[in-house]
Each structure stands twice: as C-alpha cells, then as structure tokens.
C-alpha cells in the first residue's frame, strides 16, 4: 500500500521483523505487587543475538468475561512494563549495572533512561559477547494503584486467563512468603527469547532461570545493584518452538534448552 492510502485507512502500525530460521523460547511469569516470579541469566561462549520481549496478557482474548467488558478492548490501558539487561559493573564483578532498557523503538534500546510502556508487547533486539560476563534479563512493571495492594483489587486475572499463565507464579519461586498472596496484585506476563540457534550447553548461548529479592535496589531504578541475591529456581514450566515445526513444546527446567 502506499504511505497515503496507510496514512488514510489505519490509525495505527508497527514492524514486524522475520527471522525464518529463529528458536522461540516462551516462559510465563507473574509479577507480585510489581516484582517477578523470575529473572534470567544469559552466557554466551560466541557474540549472540537476541530478540527478548516481554508480552501482557492480550485484552482481546478475554474481553466480555470480566475485563472491561463494557469498553472497547483497544481502549484498555496495559500495565506499563520494561526489561532492564544488567551487566557485571567490572569484569568478575557481583555489582551489576542496567546497560540496556527497552524503549518505543526495538531497535533502539536505552542505555541512560527508565521508560516504562503501556503496550501489549515490548521488546529489544541486543547483541551479547562473552566478555560481557554472565547477563541478567530482569522483567519489570511499574508500581501504579492498580499494580500493587490486594489481590482483591482490579481484574483477578487467575479467573480470567489460561492457568498456564500462573504455572510459574511468585509462591512457586518463593514459596516462604506464599502467606502474603491474599496481600499482593499478581499480574502475568510472558518472556519471549527468540534467536537464530538452539539455547542449551551445545550451542554458543546458554539461558538458566533465576529469581531475585523483591527488597534489590534494582526494582527501585537505581543504575547499580548487588546480585549476592539472585538465587537458583526449582524447575519452571516454559514452551520452545523450533523453526520447522509448526507447533511449540511443552517443557520443565532449570535452564531453556
């Protein structure tokens, strides 16, 4: 179509970038009173491209059954999200600083602001040496009324979507503090990793799934952060689609392969 037509006809757009040959990596979350039920940790032995995306849940699969069913599902407002790729501040290192944040431009990722988006889906497409040192992904949402408090308030999302979306809620990766669910919003959401090989130990990249405290400086945007916290997770459920089949499958790990 021509921009004129484009311009005339639609009210909005966007890009859509194709790599025939990628491996879709899929892992539901969930965020508790705006902290996650999991984090990533990405080492690369060759430099490595990675397209991450971070996904809410779309309102348009449960419009009339709760959500907002008296307004038109293009006028609901998302909860705004980020993903922050942190980096050891010094080579060895256990400080980390935030290197990259997502931005309204995929390609174009932040290195110096904190912009949180209101967007059914936001990503970043990053290039990762190994002398990056071990990279962390951590999936964000900002605190707003009506992302954190009871889990009385708002939507409750559990009653509203597939039960696949809270597989790998916040008492699975923290089960000690399962007591204050009734307290917490648990919002879900889902990490998208997509690249063009195989994650695992034969390949150049390897994914392993972590948690960290709610209480790190990292959830309050400071540029540096300690990871003495960042701990190991039990086995979580996540989907990989390799690029010739036609459907994903079905996992448990401690790391994507």
Known sequence: MAYEDILEHFNGGGVHFLERRAYDYRLPLTFADCRPSAVIEITVTAPTTFMLTLSNIDHRGIQGEGAAADEDAGGIDYPPVMLSLCQPAEPGDDVYRVKLNTSADTMQPSDSKWTFLQAREISMRVDIDPQDGPTLLVPRLLETDTTVGSAAVGEPYEELVNPV???????????????????????????????????????????????????NSVFENFPKFPTDDVEDVEELYFQMKEPTKGFADEKMGTELA
């Open 165 to 215: 979306h809270f597989l790998n809620n916040y008492d699975r990766s923290f089960p000690d503090e399962a007591g204050a669910a009734e307290e917490r919003k648990e919002i879900p959401a889902t990490l998208g990793i997509r690249l063009a090989a195989p994650l695992g130990s034969g390949g150049a990249a390897q994914v392993r799934l972590k948690k960290i405290s709610g209480s």
